[in-house]
């Protein structure tokens, strides 16, 4: 019986330990926000924390650079589209503001293009997670310093 009680304290205790230092995320007003034993993490800080080179930086680097190009993409097909059907709806002239089909195809485009850059910004910060988790070591690097610059002598 005395095993048994000491056997479930310990796993109790590693689990208690080892949960603490996962990194979990969420999307929050679209971006990504990180929590590590209870810490919040922006994005930025994430990249920055990690050296320059691995793999965790790559993906965060990736996912950050795929995110804000989808959210360029996505206002600028919404305002042309906007502008394309406001212009439809409120102009007299119907014929020629209804056969301006090429802005519909633009703005629908651009919105469209904004899907698979969302969808791989998020699979690649779910990646960098898992990687992280897998190894917290990777992780706890502090922010890298730059090389010194080298003279090259003439």
């Not at 994005?43 to 959210?71: H, P, T, V, Y």
Request: proline share 3%.
């Amino acid at each position: 019986m005395r095993h048994l009680i000491s056997i479930l304290t310990t796993i109790l205790f590693t689990t208690f330990c080892c949960s603490a230092q996962e990194l979990s995320y969420r999307e929050v007003f679209d971006e990504y926000v990180f929590t590590r034993n209870s810490e919040i993490i922006t994005m930025r800080e994430m990249i920055r924390s990690q050296e320059r080179g691995s793999e965790l930086n790559r993906l965060f680097r990736s996912a950050n650079r795929n995110k804000d190009w989808a959210n360029v993409l996505a206002l600028s097909g919404g305002i042309v589209l906007g502008q394309a059907l406001s212009d439809a709806l409120w102009n007299d002239d119907s014929d020629d503001s209804l056969n301006r089909w090429q802005s519909y195809v633009a703005g629908a485009l651009l919105l469209g293009v904004t899907f698979p850059l969302s969808a791989t910004a998020d699979k690649r910060v779910r990646q960098a997670v898992d990687l992280y988790n897998l190894d917290p070591a990777l992780g706890d690097a502090s922010a890298p310093l730059r090389p010194p610059l080298r003279v090259m002598s003439e």
